[in-house]
């Protein structure tokens, strides 16, 4: 195993898309070879080495390369994006799309996140201490395969739309969420430990979801069918079990129609 | 001789009406009368006559002032400004024609701008539903002669497209629905009673910001489903009537306008609504459509998603290709990040329709505002170029609210030395070129515009 270390030496004065921040494409560089990895500022060609100071040389792969970024990234977009294997450390924030269509490694904010983080994720892990803001886990605008694979787990809180057109995976929200979960998803399991507003499941065929606060406003295509002894997360609770959305098309497996599952925590 | 022009197009609102009458002095330079539009488009053709219309462009002045200046000098400050600049924002387009749209994508293309239009707070979230769910939508003529149910949803027609329910929704006598309004039902589903409300055999009050639950409730209860007591502020019986006339129709057709498009859940809002006209499919025939503001809004979305594949929110700066996701590279969002770095507005007033805090961002930048009049934008830019006022003194092709091209024709003859939209972007492009010692690329559908020879251009 192999560590880079990138520190922030200077805030872009648009955003920086910092696309080559992978451990993918530090993979068998030196760290003046990784200074020189291109990335953009508006259409200005730029190198991380114009941002960060680099030290540390990769390993031979992805898998055996660790990055760290120590500082914070506010202003640089495409953190781990698109990565296949290694980690990524941030000690810090990041903006958007981190993680975005990765497929497998770790990647871990120690602090918050902009939007579109983890969109179309196929695996890997994603961990963020902080709060994340709206599309987490959810689908690249008009395409109806989502998140298919891999964990999304936010300690904080999370905006609106996650977990959109989902197909697999998990995505677990710590604190509360705000309107559309799972919306359109058909397939993957959402877990929020908080409160949510509402559009719980919207449009959803299958699939699973569990609110361990309150929802607020519940989707009226939602039906109680029964409670539940379950355990999700390392929480064992009751939990009224739901189906919906009764308003969407459900596909038929062995005979029977599938719905979507909302695991909802009983009151005591 | 007064002249009187028949068959002429309103530049307002989506309703873009082609059937105003123009009666002008026989010099054609001034308009005397306006027949048949409403009176906004009424107002709109006479301010055409205001003799205060700039003439020059105007430039800032390191004290503050603005100072009239050549138009060439103009272009250069526009060319070489954009060029500098890292990111620059093209926004606006919600008023010229589709000539302009079409030129200015050369200059974002070459400047690597971010090429952005109305929709972008407007109905730039029917455009995400439509990726995600598809559009069964028809034209305003299918809608005439034969709907004889409409629902109006998030949208008052009677203040924002005033000849909208007598020419295409409501009053008028179709093929299928000679009896015009008396055999139509119509729906309003709006928190406020609006005008448009008061003219609805029902109107559902709803809860401010529930249209999803709403259209979901409609959905489920369609499928046979019971739902709660009480959605989103209506009752189950009001829901279950209003879904009972809409299937029960012949022909149903819902437009939907800024109250779904811009309350919480936006794209979503209309997903549903797209997913309850397919719905409704399998018991009558349905149609939707969204109630486009503007009369050629429509415009951008079909001649950039034919240039670049998206319709807006069109990020060039890598210069290899398009990169388009609202949130990121949409106009408010892209101010209020502070990832831009140069503003041209044209034909719109970001000024007066974006959020304050979008605009202080925009400001501490290079602002530029094209456009035939003074309005917000321009009273705080660093340049204002005048243009043209297409469907006025400038013809052009315009798209309707359904999305049907109208060629719209000039009434009058354009002040001289003002240039059209398309006119100037191809002298910006031109000096942009030159600046940066590359061969103009004039690929263009029509060989006749190829060059702007336009004499009023000097
Ligand atoms: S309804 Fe709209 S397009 Fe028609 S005349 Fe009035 S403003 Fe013009």
Not at chain 1, 120 to 129: F, K, P, R
Not at chain 1, 198 to 213: H, S
Not at chain 2, 345 to 365: C, E, R, W, Y
Request: charged share 25%.
């Amino acid at each position: 195993m192999a560590t880079v270390t990138l520190k922030p030496t200077k805030v872009p004065e648009l955003m920086f898309e910092g696309y080559s921040i992978t451990p993918d494409a530090f993979a068998g560089k030196t760290a003046a070879q990784i200074a020189e990895l291109p990335g953009h500022e508006g259409k200005i060609h730029m190198k991380l080495g114009d941002f960060f100071e680099v030290s540390g040389n990769a390993g031979e792969t992805a898998a055996d390369t660790d990055i760290v970024i120590a500082g914070d990234c506010t202003r640089v977009k495409y953190i781990g994006a698109r990565m296949t294997a290694g980690t990524v450390t941030v000690n810090g924030n990041a903006d958007m799309y981190v993680g975005g269509w990765m497929k497998g490694g770790k990647i871990h904010i120690k602090g918050n996140m902009d939007s579109f983080c983890g969109i179309q994720m196929e695996g890997g892990e994603l961990l963020c201490d902080g709060d994340a803001k709206n599309h987490v886990g959810c689908a690249y605008r008009g395409d109806w395969r989502g998140m298919k694979g891999g964990t999304i787990r936010i300690k904080g809180s999370a905006g609106n739309d996650i977990g959109t057109f989902m197909l697999g995976g998990t995505i677990i929200i710590e604190k509360n969420a705000f309107i559309h979960v799972s919306t359109h998803a058909e397939g993957g399991t959402v877990v929020i430990k908080g409160d949510v507003e509402g559009r719980v499941g919207g449009q959803m065929v299958r699939g699973e979801m569990y609110v361990l606060g309150k929802i607020k406003f519940m989707m009226p295509g939602y039906k109680k069918v029964d409670t539940v002894e379950k355990e999700i997360d390392g929480v064992k609770a009751t939990f009224d079990h739901y189906i919906g959305d009764l308003g969407e098309r459900h596909p038929k497996s062995k005979g029977q129609v599938v719905y979507a599952n909302l695991y909802l925590k009983a009151a005591a | 001789m007064p002249k009187l022009i028949k068959g002429v197009g309103c530049p307002y609102c989506g309703s873009s009406c082609d059937d105003i009458e123009v009666l002008v002095s026989d010099d054609e330079t001034k308009i005397l009368e306006v027949h048949n539009a409403c009176i906004i488009g009424t107002n709109l053709f006479h301010h055409a006559n205001d003799p205060t219309r700039p003439k020059l462009p105007r430039r800032r002045q390191p004290d503050g002032t603005m100072k009239e200046i050549p138009y060439d000098e103009a272009i250069d400050y526009m060319a070489k400004t954009m060029l500098a600049a890292k990111k620059p924002l093209i926004y606006g387009f919600g008023s010229t024609n589709c000539e302009g749209m079409s030129a200015v994508a050369r200059i974002a293309e070459k400047s690597g701008a971010v090429l952005d239009n109305c929709a972008t707070i407007c109905h730039g979230p029917s455009f995400l539903a439509i990726f995600d769910n598809g559009y069964p939508s028809c034209t305003l003529g299918e809608a005439k002669n034969r709907a004889d149910v409409v629902v109006f949803w998030g949208c008052n027609p009677m203040h924002a497209h005033p000849r909208h329910t007598s020419r295409y929704s409501i009053f008028p006598r179709g093929y299928f629905t000679q009896k015009g309004a008396m055999q139509r039902t119509v729906l309003s589903i709006d928190p406020r009673e609006t005008d448009t409300a008061k003219l609805a055999d029902v109107h559902l009050m709803l809860d401010q910001g529930h249209d999803y639950e709403l259209f979901d409730a409609f959905r489920t209860v369609l499928r046979g489903h019971d739902i709660p007591d009480v959605v989103a502020g209506i009752p189950k019986e009001t829901i279950i009537k209003s879904v009972e006339i809409m299937k029960n129709a012949k022909f149903c057709m819902i437009f939907f306008g800024m109250g779904c498009t811009h309350t919480d859940g936006r794209n979503h809002n209309i997903d549903a609504a797209i997913s309850l006209t397919r719905d409704l499919n399998e018991h009558t025939k349905a149609s939707i459509m969204a109630m486009r503001g503007h009369y050629n809004i429509a415009g951008p979305g079909q001649v950039w998603a034919w240039q670049f594949g998206f319709p807006y929110c069109i990020d060039l700066s890598k210069g290899t290709h398009a990169h388009m996701n609202p949130g990121e590279t949409s106009s408010v969002d892209l101010a209020m990040r502070d990832e831009v770095d140069c503003f041209v507005n044209v034909g719109a007033d970001a000024g007066a329709h974006f959020p304050i805090q979008p605009v202080q961002h925009l400001k501490k930048h290079p602002f530029i505002t094209v456009d035939p009049n003074f309005n917000m934008a321009s009273e705080i830019s660093d340049l204002h170029i005048p243009v043209r006022i297409a469907g006025v003194d400038e013809p052009g092709v315009v798209y309707r609210m359904d999305n049907v091209p109208i060629q719209f024709r000039a009434v009058i003859k354009g002040l001289p030395g003002v240039p059209s939209d398309e006119e100037l972007f191809n002298k910006v492009y031109e000096r942009m070129c030159e600046l940066t010692k590359t061969e103009p690329i004039w690929l263009a559908a029509k060989e006749d515009r190829r060059y702007p020879e336009s004499e009023a251009v000097i």
